[in-house]
C-alpha cells in the first residue's frame, strides 16, 4: 500500500488538477474523481496515489495525484478509459491541470 508523502528531492511527479464548479455540483465532481481514482487511475503503472480536496466555499475540488514519473501521467491522460472521466469532469467543471515539483516543505 501507497500513501502520499510531500518530501523535497523526491523522484515523485505531482500532478494537480484545480477545478472551479458550482457549488451545487461540488459533491457531483468529487463523486466523479473518486470514481476514476477507483476504476482507472489506481490500476495505472506508476500510480501512487490520489487526493480529492474540496473548498468549504464549495467552488472548488482539488485533485492532488502522485506518479513515479511524468511518462506515467502522460500515459494515464491518454489512456481513453482515464479521458471518460475527464471529460465528465470538464461537463461541470473547469479545470486547470499541472504537474509540479515540490520545492520546499515546512513542519512545525
Do not use: C
Amino acid at each position: 500500500m501507497s500513501e502520499t508523502v510531500i518530501r523535497v528531492g523526491d523522484q515523485v511527479a505531482t500532478f494537480i488538477n484545480v477545478f472551479d464548479v458550482d457549488p451545487s455540483q461540488q459533491q457531483e465532481l468529487i463523486a466523479i474523481l473518486d470514481e476514476g481514482a477507483e476504476k482507472v487511475m489506481r490500476h495505472r503503472p506508476g500510480f501512487i496515489s490520489v487526493n480529492v480536496l474540496a473548498s468549504v466555499d464549495g467552488t472548488r475540488v482539488v485533485n492532488l495525484a502522485q506518479w513515479r514519473s511524468p511518462d506515467d501521467i502522460k500515459a494515464t491522460a491518454g489512456d481513453p478509459e482515464a479521458q471518460v472521466f475527464a471529460k465528465r469532469a470538464a461537463e461541470i467543471a473547469k479545470a486547470v491541470p499541472q504537474a509540479y515539483k515540490v520545492v520546499s516543505v515546512h513542519h512545525a
